[in-house]
């Protein structure tokens, strides 16, 4: 792991290390506090995202995705505790100080939301708010050229005349809103975009054409991509690599088009089936669903947290301490199908609600709060990271 | 035609207009006839502002069509208050948001029996909703009476909304966008229930969605709309696997798939109702006119200036009801030239590709059969 250079002068996050991946979140843990005791949304998620590519993160609302993105972008409410780390060009968002963060986001990092009629001012003109974006970051894209001119020319980068800059949010339509909101994430020219359901509410055509902007955007600038959505299918049919999340962790990732055609775990296999191959028989009169609901995050199952749901579930899988394991060429899987032998089992102890197996290699370096989530309000509180607004402890010996 | 042969739902030339900005109308429903024979399931395709909701709230009598009429059993719909509400005990709905179509602070058992009370059903209100709650997939139904819509996931509450529509025994379910804003596997959930109580109740289904998938997924027929009208028309194996209309064609295009051939993405969004173009309605977007096709086919000016209305598709199997509107599909000779043109290509394709892979089968051998020249040559 690479270094991170621990000054604010050390310009974009994305040129601090020219060869590490451009995002990479290791062992990330997010823990919502409530009333009634923390809620374990993402327990322990890594991956690499390069500069130019594009991942498709897929899943069922619940499952921790959002909460992941928030997490890489900061956005969480005040209190949720985070740890783990997201380094973006090797350095660490979660240890940034607020001067730094408000620098690294829109220049380094944007995100997009869904539902764009929430995201805008209904009561300012969409050209302003895309030149405020420039001026709060002068040098960054906006410093360069007049500030309208800018706006008018993120404007037709998404395919919106540049005159559309006069009007106000509800003059535009769910597309062109959409657009408007990703013209806003690319005014700084950032190096990572995160896109969180960004197609959901549109139309077909619509989708398509946002999704086809999304992948010439990508192309053209080798923006890289953090696509998150539900649907399967979309992921497919613009991601590379493909990550699977169930329950706060990620059950399958590879290649999209493998993970699509032949999914290893039994929960990809249902996403998978839900959205038909139109003309294919196996589809026709059959619509594919799975039954029951994703778990409470405060009272997971035993073993693998998908077997009280799972189609093809083995009397072990209850009790197994699943991990992503090797599961075919450049693909993972945490299903103990992919494994030839017997899986590892919960420690006897340990068993109950919401154990994980393994807690990683760096377990070590925070048992007391990255490991058992759920486990009582006890080891959590007298730990002492608890006061901290953001992670403060279980990343790795600081520099 | 008597009633008892007539289509359950028949809609004839509806025209439902709205007032809009500046004085102008918009002519969402423009002239649609439409019918839904009992026990089937019919999907209504088409993009926002195509008019399909109008027409779905036409059909339920929440609007009523400035020409045309509604048919229900060969009957024509009577909008006098006491037959309306008749008339809802036969047609129910079932919206796309189950969140928003739920009262938050009623009971999932309130939700379901507000119907029964409405209609004045008689019998014994608590064994009818709990059949209607475990013919939804709701069981045991008395564990759900007293949960509010907040306390449980949105997969049950949209089968809450539709054992309220259920439980009145209707004849016709009209659903709005019914999975659109469920989860990936709930969806397919949602969607099983739906066929079975088709094939269980009999009722008939008119489905309102931009998805085409799930028009596949469980729809006997499909009808596309686009700017007021329905352009195409069949059952859903002729119209999703051989679609004629370029809108059809286009918006079959662009469902994502893993291995995409080609999306024909259409410029711009569903264009304006109070602006509907002269012409073939669609021809502003459509491909077959922007990429010159219609002009050799020499047909361009009647895109432009001639408005048509549904007709059989040429070269439809005998007995078939697959229509279309679309002066390219109705031009003789035509279409049927392009695509036999399309099919040579389409089979030159894998013809080329066989020929290069025998090439180079043979390429193979020769080079192997080189290699072991060489290898006598040196022994020798």
Known sequence: MSVAPDTEAAGRAGEAAPDAPLLSVRD???????????????????????????????????????????????????????????????????????????????????????????????????????????????????????????????????????????????????????????????????????????????????????????????????????????????????????????????????????????????????????????????????????????????????????????????????????????????????????????????????????????????????????????????????????????????????? | MTAADAPLLDLRDIEVRFPARHGTVARAVDGVSLSVRAGEVLALVGESGCGKTTLARTILGLERPRAGEVRFRGERVRYDARALRRYRREVQMVFQDPTGALNARQTVYEAVAEGLRIQKVEGDEEQLVAAALARSGLRPPERFFGLYPYEISGGQRQRVVIAGAMVLEPELLVADEPVSSLDASVRGEILQLMLGLVRETGVAILVVTHDLGLAWNIADRVAVMYLGRIVEQGTTEELLSSPRHPYTRALLSVVPEANHRDPQILAGEAPDPTRIPSGCRFHPRCPVVASGEAERMGIEARCRGEDLALESVPGAAAGSAHVAACHAVHAPGRVEAAEARARAEAAALPDAQARAAEAEARATEAEAEARAAEARATEA
């Open chain 1, 28 to 399: 990330l843990h997010v823990s919502y506090r409530t009333g009634s005791g923390p809620i374990p949304a993402v327990r322990g998620v890594s991956f690499d995202l390069a500069a130019g590519e594009t991942l498709g993160l897929a899943g069922e609302s619940g499952c921790g995705k959002s909460t992941l993105a928030g997490a890489i972008m900061r956005l969480l409410p005040k209190g949720t505790k985070v740890t783990g780390e997201v380094l973006l060009g090797g350095e660490d968002v979660l240890e940034m100080k607020p001067g730094r963060l408000r620098a690294v986001r829109w220049t380094d990092m944007a995100i997009v939301f869904q539902g764009a009629l929430h995201t805008l001012n209904p009561v300012q003109r969409v050209g302003r708010q895309i030149g405020e974006a420039l001026e709060l970051h002068p040098g960054e894209g906006g410093g360069r050229r007049r500030v309208p001119d800018r706006v008018g020319e993120l404007l037709e980068l998404v395919g919106l005349p540049a005159r559309r800059a006069e009007d106000y949010p509800h003059q535009l339509s769910g597309g062109q809103r959409q657009r408007v909101l990703i013209a806003l994430a690319l005014a700084c020219d950032p190096r990572l975009l995160v896109a969180d359901e960004p197609t959901t509410a549109l139309d077909v055509m619509v989708q398509a054409q946002v999704l086809r902007l999304l992948r010439d955007l990508q192309a053209t600038f080798g923006l890289a991509v953090l696509f998150i959505t539900h649907d399967l299918s979309t992921l497919a049919a613009v991601c590379r690599r493909l990550a699977v999340m169930y329950a706060g962790r990620i059950v399958e990732d590879g290649p999209s088009g493998d993970v699509f055609a032949s999914p290893a775990h039994p929960y990809t296999r249902a996403l998978a089936a839900a959205f038909p191959v139109i003309g294919d028989p196996a589809f026709r009169m059959n619509p594919s669903g799975l039954a029951g609901d994703p778990p409470d995050p405060r009272d997971l199952p035993s073993g693998c947290p998908f077997h009280p749901r799972c189609p093809d579930v083995r009397p072990v899988c209850s009790r197994a301490a699943v991990e992503l394991w090797p599961a075919g060429r450049g693909r993972q899987a945490a299903c103990v199908r992919v494994l030839d032998g017997e899986p590892p089992l919960v420690a006897a102890g340990a068993a109950g609600a919401g154990t994980l197996g393994a807690v990683g290699p760096d377990g070590a370096a925070g048992p007391d709060g990255a490991a058992v989530p759920d486990g009582a309000a006890g080891p959590d509180g007298a730990a002492g990271p608890d006061a901290a607004v953001d992670s403060d402890d279980a990343g790795p010996p600081a520099p």
